[in-house]
């Protein structure tokens, strides 16, 4: 396996993006990533796209060669794939292109993901998310994303005893952390009294528990470390570990509701590869879809003892100043979440935290961070784990 | 010539009322938080023999009685709805035939989603600046539709106002008016379908939001005044958020839109609620006020008007007609089964 670095990034601003085109976001992104990297259209070998249903929300498959055509590489004729797995399709997406190079197969690949949300209604949006879950024995019965994650929660306070502030103080660490983010939907402080008495979506999540509904895009370029300094002198961001899992597609098959196996077993597999545990991680992006959903992930993740996620949010062990940053981009609480966008967005911001660049939000020296990706209740995971070089 | 701008006006608003608790209760909802979200206590429900048609005679005859005018002097009807009775056959004749202003007359119905009565108002000043008309009478009404269940069954209501457009004894010039348009399909309603469609989110930021604050700021910059040079304002108000909202971001007071903000009691009555936050206004107003009015209509666009109340208010016949919050506070409950009645809600053959 050879090794392979992020050597660009790029992303657009995300929230309700009326006036940008699904193909313009794309573009905007990927064009961004490729000026950060400093490579040039003949030197790409592939393309991935993360996706995960721009048929439904905007009536457009066949994204692959839409978004090579969208960046100006049609004449290129450049291999260029879409990958979808729900939630995680950006994140999918990021362990094929690194798989593609880490193989030998390819040096220079550009992943994106994208997703345009909000050309749709609310309920429209409920309903193609809806289809991440099991249609024959979750969706079909009614059960949407918010039902299933409130089961969730209501399963971990009965069995740990979290509670519904300790699942607030997570959004509240988001958001604070959004404020300093120029392309978050909401930069915007939260209370955990507005939390607390956010309208109910399902009990006992509220409005400002669940992730909202996003535009936008975010693309990367990998490249082999060996031909990464013929094309930048900026620092080098190693992927060291990539792991990928799947599970039951309806949550009542699960052995347990409030852990999600998939990054259990994807965690390990990064883990192993490369050679981190745990405690090595100086920071994460957890896919925070709900409140509860990233309790369960700095378990699941080992960064807490099982049960002890909404401790670790009173302790503030997660917050931008406690000693395992979470979400320093805001999470999908606040950052926003165009859903296959999340997996590529999230390794943009590993990448500028242990690039040094990242801003306002720039953590103190981080050396190796995590990104979790989910999909569905947690059918499909995916997990990079990189190291600035 | 001499300033032209209005003459008379009228209002109407039907009787019964729901209260937002009393939809909500049905499908289950809570009334409270939806009551607070929107700024909306209750909505008029029209009985079931009212419709834009009736609603526009009542308003313009209750223009009629605050003033001498002959109706027979009255050259242009323009009924701004999108609730016209007839899908062919215009309310306007209807309306000119009431109130004895035909044959000498020309009338044509409006549709603008919620600014076809402001249109009609800037067609009646150019008729009667131009001197093809003495007056004009613009009304603005509706009996707004929304599906069973649907976010807009809280706030679509019915009512409207009309007013006179003329150039002598004008109790409000009409300084300047400007328009702000764009293409923008927020809110539609197909033909033949019974209910509008909309789209959602959309229909703010990039639509109210959007040509209300554009068209405010053209028309104070073409003017050259600015927020506190008014003493009340009037926004198109869908639901009492979005005005207190557009009104924060162009620089105006809570007290500066207060008395033209009737949606919370009323509901949004459409093509109406524009004119009829004018009339309430035009109801307290005294000889030197200056006010802006912002319509907005979806698909989309929004009508400015910069407007001076002059020194004929005070001798001019308010009392001859039941004022805006007269009418407001006369009104009658009903319970969601009876408003399923009287709205055509229920299927029976």
Do not use: C, F, L, N
């Given at each position: 396996m050879r090794d392979v670095a992020v050597i660009g990034v790029g992303i657009t601003k995300f929230g309700e993006l009326w006036n940008k085109s699904f193909r313009q976001l794309t573009a905007e992104a990927g064009s961004k990533a490729i000026l950060d990297s400093g490579v040039d259209g003949k030197d790409i070998d592939a393309m991935y796209v993360g996706s995960m249903s721009s048929g439904r929300f905007v009536g457009q498959e066949h994204i692959g060669a839409l978004v090579a055509d969208a960046s100006g590489f049609s004449h290129l004729h450049i291999p260029s794939t879409r990958v979808e797995g729900a939630c995680a399709s950006g994140g999918l997406a990021i362990r094929q292109g690194y798989l593609s190079i880490a193989s030998g197969m390819n040096d220079v690949v550009i992943v994106g993901g994208i997703e345009k949300m909000n050309d749709v209604g609310g309920t429209s949006a409920t309903e193609t998310l809806a289809t991440a879950a099991d249609q024959e024995w979750e969706s079909f019965f009614g059960v949407t994303f918010p039902g299933l994650y409130a089961m969730m929660a209501k399963r971990h306070m009965y069995e740990f005893g979290t509670t519904k502030e300790q699942l607030a103080k997570v959004a509240v660490k988001n958001h604070a952390n959004g404020v300093k983010n120029p392309n978050a939907q909401y930069q915007m402080e939260i209370t955990v009294d507005k939390a607390l008495n956010a309208?109910?979506?399902?009990d006992p999540l509220g409005l400002l528990d669940c992730s909202p509904v996003t535009d936008g895009a975010a693309a990367v370029v990998l490249c082999s470390v060996e031909k990464a300094k013929e094309f930048t002198q900026k620092p080098l961001v190693k992927i060291i570990g990539s792991g990928q899992a799947s599970d039951t597609l309806s949550l009542h098959g699960r052995r347990s509701i409030t852990t999600l196996d998939a990054t259990v077993h994807a965690a390990n597999m990064a883990y192993k590869q490369s050679n981190k545990s745990p405690s090595d991680i100086d920071f994460a992006e957890v896919h925070d879809c709900f409140t509860i959903a990233e309790i369960c992930a700095i378990e699941d993740l080992g960064f807490v003892e099982k049960g002890k996620g909404g401790y670790a949010v009173d302790q503030n062990i997660t917050t931008f100043d406690g000693s395992k940053p979470v979400n320093t981009s805001g999470g999908l609480k606040s950052k926003g979440h165009p859903v296959g966008a999340t997996g590529v967005a999230q390794i943009v911001e590993v990448a500028q935290q242990l690039r040094g660049d990242a801003g306002n939000r720039q953590l103190s020296n981080p050396h190796v961070g995590l990104a979790h990706n989910v999909g569905g209740s947690g059918a499909t995971c995916v997990i990079h784990i990189m190291e600035g070089m | 010539m001499n300033d032209v701008g209005i003459v008379s006006y009228g209002g109407s608003i039907p009787q019964m009322r729901i209260k937002a608790k009393e939809i909500a209760k049905v499908w289950g909802k809570d009334g409270e938080r939806i009551s607070k979200g929107l700024g909306i206590i209750e909505k008029s429900v029209p009985s079931i023999d009212q419709d834009t048609a009736t609603i526009s005679v009542e308003a313009a005859r209750a223009a009629l009685k605050r003033s001498t005018i002959n109706p027979q002097d009255i050259g242009a009807i323009y009924i701004g709805s999108e609730?016209?009775?007839?899908a062919v056959k215009p309310t306007g004749t209807i309306v000119g035939e009431a109130i004895g202003a035909t044959p000498d007359l020309m009338v044509a119905d409006y549709e603008f989603a919620c600014k076809a009565g402001t249109a009609g108002i800037q067609n009646c000043t150019a008729l009667v600046k131009a001197e093809f008309i003495k007056y004009g009478l613009a009304v603005g009404a509706d009996t707004s539709q929304a599906a069973p269940g649907d976010a807009l069954e809280y706030s679509a209501a019915a009512g409207g106002a009309a007013f006179i457009i003329g150039s002598e004894n004008v109790i409000a010039n009409i300084n300047k008016t400007y328009s702000f348009t764009t293409d923008t399909p927020d809110f539609w309603r197909r033909a033949e379908r019974k209910y509008p469609k909309h789209g959602g989110r959309f229909?703010?930021?990039?639509a109210y939001f959007r040509h209300v604050t554009s068209c405010a700021k053209k028309l104070m910059e073409i003017v050259g005044?600015?927020?506190?040079?008014?003493d009340y304002a009037i926004f198109h108000q869908p639901n009492a958020k979005f005005p207190r909202a557009a009104a924060r971001l162009l620089g105006f007071t809570p007290e500066q839109i207060k008395d033209g903000l009737i949606v919370p009691y009323i509901g949004n009555t459409y093509s109406g609620a524009s004119c009829v936050g004018l009339a309430a206004v035009l109801d307290v107003a005294k000889p030197g006020d200056r006010i802006i009015v912002i319509s907005y209509g979806s698909g989309a666009g929004s009508d400015g008007f910069d407007i001076t109340v002059t020194d004929n208010i005070n001798s001019f016949k308010r009392s001859n007609a039941q004022t805006i919050m007269e009418m407001v506070n006369d009104k009658t409950y009903i319970d969601y089964g009876k408003y399923a009645k009287d709205t055509d809600l229920l299927i029976w053959e």
């Open positions: 309208s109910p979506v399902a | 609730s016209h009775p007839y229909t703010g930021e990039p005044t600015k927020p506190d040079d008014y």
